[in-house]
């Protein structure tokens, strides 16, 4: 009877022992199933990560599909005459400019990186990655780029009359055509409104919105008939979305253009970029570069000699360019000077969005050109900005 009793607990125990055995087999299965879930669904993203850390790479290629071309530098090396140097149409931060001409006729700019170092890639990447994503007829078209062999190069559509400023202060001196700029006051107007569009875009067209940050009349560019296109994005930053968001960052740009607070404190927002826009303005008015160390003492920084001379009806003339004279009215000069004189106050909230400054624009030059304002699609003929004159201050034409 014990013999029974013994073997029936032995039974037991051996079941109890299968069946734990069994779960703890099947407990295993799961977790070894769940592990390599797990390890698959990481190695998938890690991949996924390692495809766009690779931003250049890939962002380059969805570039391609959107039209940019990827040139080689042999393509590049023949369009340009070898980078001849009678090629060469000008210098700048990131390096030399140089025409060229594509096998298929097409006329272009290259620029050619000259400047080692993490700054100089960042600008590159950055000038790709947004010219991809932007299009404006207010932008330079960028036409493709060439990364071979440590040599970085951007291709852009030519600008035949190249920089607001080369127009403005053309070079004086023997042999020169002489120190006086030939673009005349409605050509300017015309820049004014076209460059405005341009950062309109950037700043109210696009989500997140754009800051150009470079914003000077060297990167405002004229083609053959002299329409204007913003260019160089490779200082640009991503805004915030939020109203009045800022971005902090390290302070970059060009002396004499950049905004008080931005320079103070690093905080950037549109409304630096506006700033810089009003420094255009005044040199469009006054013919006078930004900042000029020859100048008598109290004239040499554009902005504080020019500003209290903004708001005056009886001074503003006084700044004018002396080339310009006789071909505006006073009426046209204070309403420009108004928006210039908003756009550079010190209070950043006080200046005006870009949209703004266009629709100011827009009926100057309906005034001009009653049936073309440069392809226009703004149809306001009321000046948000223009508190200062009324309809019966116009003066004749000529008459400033
Ligand atoms: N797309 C273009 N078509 C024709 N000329 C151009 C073009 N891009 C640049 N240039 C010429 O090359 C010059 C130098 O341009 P670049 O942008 O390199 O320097 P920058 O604007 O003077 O300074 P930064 O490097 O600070 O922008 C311009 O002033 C212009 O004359
Ligand atoms: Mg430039």
Not at 113 to 126: I, S, T, V, Y
Request: proline letters at 4%; hydrophobic letters at 35%.
């Amino acid at each position: 009877m014990e013999d029974v009793d013994e073997r029936r607990k032995e039974a037991i125990v051996l079941v109890v022992i299968v069946v734990l055995a069994c779960l703890a087999l099947v407990s295993l299965l799961v977790a070894f199933s769940y592990y390599c879930y797990i390890t698959n669904k990481l190695s998938k993203r890690l991949k996924n990560s390692k495809k766009s850390d690779n931003s250049g790479i890939s962002k380059i290629q969805v570039t391609t599909e959107r039209g940019i071309h990827v040139f080689s530098f042999k393509q590049l090396h023949s369009a340009t005459g070898g980078f001849g140097k009678s090629y060469v149409v000008g210098h700048g931060g990131f390096g030399s400019v140089y025409r060229g001409v594509l096998p298929d006729g097409r006329k272009i700019a290259v620029k050619l990186m000259d400047r080692a170092g993490k700054q100089g890639e960042d600008e590159f990447q950055m000038e790709v990655e947004l010219l991809t994503r932007l299009r404006s007829t207010y932008l330079l078209a960028l036409l493709g780029y060439c990364s071979d062999h440590d040599c970085k190069l951007l291709v852009y559509e030519f600008m035949a009359n190249g920089g607001l400023q080369e127009h403005l202060y053309p070079p004086r001196g023997a042999g020169s055509k002489g120190g006086a700029s030939k673009l005349d006051w409605e050509i300017r107007l015309r820049i004014a409104l076209e460059a405005a569009k341009g950062l309109e875009y950037l700043h109210e067209h696009v989500s997140p919105p754009v800051i150009h940050r470079d914003f000077k009349s060297s990167n405002i560019l004229l083609d053959r008939n002299f329409h204007a296109k913003v260019s160089d994005f490779g200082l640009a930053k991503i805004g915030s979305d939020q109203a009045g968001g800022h971005v902090s960052t390290r302070v970059l740009g060009t002396q004499g253009y950049v905004a008080p607070e931005y320079a103070l404190t690093g905080h950037l927002t549109t409304k630096s970029d506006v700033y810089s826009y009003g420094v255009v303005l005044l040199e469009l008015l006054t013919g006078r570069t930004p900042v000029d160390s020859q100048r008598p003492s109290g004239e040499g920084v554009l902005v504080s000699w020019a500003l209290p001379r903004l708001t005056d009806r009886e001074k503003v003339a006084e700044i004018m360019d002396p080339s310009l004279e006789g071909q505006y009215s006073l009426k046209e000069v204070v309403q420009v000077a108004a928006i210039a004189a908003m756009c550079v106050q010190s209070e950043s909230d006080y200046r005006p969005l870009m949209a703004d400054v266009v629709q100011s624009l827009v009926p100057l030059l309906k005034r001009h050109r009653p049936s073309s304002t440069g392809g226009s699609s703004v149809h306001s003929t009321k000046s948000p900005l223009s508190p200062i004159c009324h309809d019966n201050d116009i003066s004749p034409r000529g008459l400033p």
